[in-house]
Nanobody
Framework: QLQASGGGLVQAGGSLRLSCAGSGRTFSSYVVGWFRQAPGKEREWIGWSWSGGTTAYADSAGGRFTISRDNAMKTVYLRMNSLNPEDTAVYYC?????????????WGVGTQVTVSS
């Protein structure tokens, strides 16, 4: 099971850190992805986190988003800085992903992020 948390209402220019809590013995070996979906828009990939800590980001992350993970805690984080209203979306994490295809086996319940201007 996956659970994204940490969303909320933040003013433009602010920061948030989202958490993705996993479970099971194999979670730490999974590639984990962060995605978001804004109202009326398609789901958008934000970045990947590999087990060893390597990360990759979409261009739209713009250097403002950072993914990290704590395998002992089975948690992957998404740090978001300099938020703007266009970042308003439901944010999801997914695990056991194949970055070459963009497909993930497990999806968590999203967390709402709302950025006010």
């Amino acid at each position: 099971q996956l659970q994204a948390s940490g969303g909320g209402l933040v003013q433009a220019g602010g920061s948030l850190r989202l958490s993705c809590a996993g479970s099971g013995r194999t979670f730490s070996s999974y590639v984990v992805g962060w995605f978001r979906q804004a109202p009326g828009k398609e789901r958008e990939w934000i970045g990947w986190s590999w087990s060893g800590g390597t990360t990759a980001y979409a261009d739209s992350a713009g250097g403002r988003f950072t993914i990290s993970r704590d395998n002992a805690m089975k948690t992957v984080y998404l740090r978001m800085n300099s938020l703007n209203p266009e970042d308003t979306a439901v944010y999801y994490c997914a695990a056991n992903c194949r970055p070459t295809t963009g497909n993930c086996a497990y999806w968590g319940v999203g967390t709402q992020v709302t950025v006010s201007s």
